[in-house]
């Protein structure tokens, strides 16, 4: 059974700092590719970053040189480091695990930045 478990969201302040930790299980976590997308009242689901099999990053434009995602095979393990927060960020963020033969998603978190 696969299983895919966010955490780390929260209410920040703009300008506050938030890092959002996802937990694989029941999949060869190297294999895939990982990603977190998010998703605001009312607005499509969006991708925020991803990480491939070799590491590999890219980013929306609206998060570049915020956000940093990085992935811990070991601990099956997929981090997204995210600086300089703004209102616009607000959103259910979404861990997802990509490989060719198909795509799982985690149940959300939910972060709100707010004064």
């Known amino acids: 059974q696969v299983q895919l478990v966010e955490s780390g969201g929260g209410l920040v302040q703009p300008g506050g700092t938030l890092r959002l930790s996802c937990a694989a299980s029941?999949?060869?976590?190297?294999?895939?590719?990982m990603g977190w997308y998010r998703q605001a009242p009312g607005e499509e689901r969006e991708l925020v970053a991803r990480?491939?099999?070799?590491?590999?990053?890219n980013y929306a434009d609206s998060v570049k040189g915020r956000f940093t995602i990085s992935r811990d095979n070991p601990k099956k393990t997929v981090f997204l480091q995210m600086n300089n927060l703004k209102p616009e960020d607000t959103a259910v963020y979404y861990c997802?695990?990509?490989?060719?033969?198909?795509?799982?998603w985690g149940q959300g978190t939910q972060v709100t930045v707010s004064s």
């Open positions: 997802n695990a990509q490989v060719a033969i198909g795509t799982y």
């Open positions: 029941g999949i060869t976590f190297s294999a895939y590719t």
């Open positions: 990480i491939s099999s070799g590491a590999n990053a």
